[in-house]
């Protein structure tokens, strides 16, 4: 399909859906920055390297999991293909966070091994989020990525996650 073929919401859809997959990609890079630094790290820096690497656990990681699971999981479930989907992928949120959870009550070498542990499923997680259920949302025309935005957006930051989960139903449709 050309692009000259794509209506205009749905373009936009498809951009958007590629600033999320690069804000996705952004999140990967960092988690693996931080954990490899961890994992790498001299003893004396070590204690500043968990310190980091918790805290964009608490502020990033985590709220982005339980975003996701109020908006995009939401409305990719209510589509006839997305309830297996969705219910293995709030699993993997459940995996993600027991590892998080390990990581903060380990010091040394295990928590560093969890750390690894939680960007290696963040990672696989992230690849079927971008591979699966965005062209999912995108491929459903009641769904509408880009209105949900209002224009504005933060992927860069990865701080703010509230801009790129609120998908929501294009208004006079509803999810089947």
């Known amino acids: 399909m050309t692009t000259q073929n794509i209506t205009r919401p749905a373009r936009a859809d498809e951009e958007f859906a590629q600033e999320i997959r690069a804000h996705h990609a952004h999140m990967v890079d960092e988690l693996d920055r931080l954990t490899s630094a961890l994992r790498d790290s ?3 820096k070590r204690q500043e390297h968990h310190a980091r690497l918790a805290q964009w656990f608490e502020t990033v990681l985590v709220p982005h999991a339980d975003e996701e699971e109020q908006t995009t999981y939401r409305v990719a479930g ?4 997305g309830a297996p989907l969705i219910e293995a992928m709030v699993r993997e949120h459940v995996l993600i966070k027991r590892l998080v959870a390990l990581f903060g009550a380990s010091d040394g070498a295990a ?4 750390a690894r542990a ?8 992230q ?7 965005l062209p999912l949302l995108l ?3 009641q769904v509408s990525l880009r209105d ?8 860069q930051t990865g701080h703010d996650h509230a801009h790129h989960h609120c998908y929501r139903l294009r ?3 509803r999810a089947p």
């Open 42 to 44: 001299a003893p004396e």
């Open 78 to 81: 209510e589509l006839p293909d």
């Open 111 to 114: 928590a560093a091994a969890y």
């Open 118 to 125: 939680a960007y290696e499923a963040f990672e696989s997680h």
């Open 127 to 133: 690849r079927k989020e971008n591979e699966i259920i």
């Open 139 to 141: 491929a459903a025309p």
């Open 148 to 155: 949900a935005l209002g224009g504005g957006h933060g992927h």
């Open 171 to 173: 208004p006079g449709s």
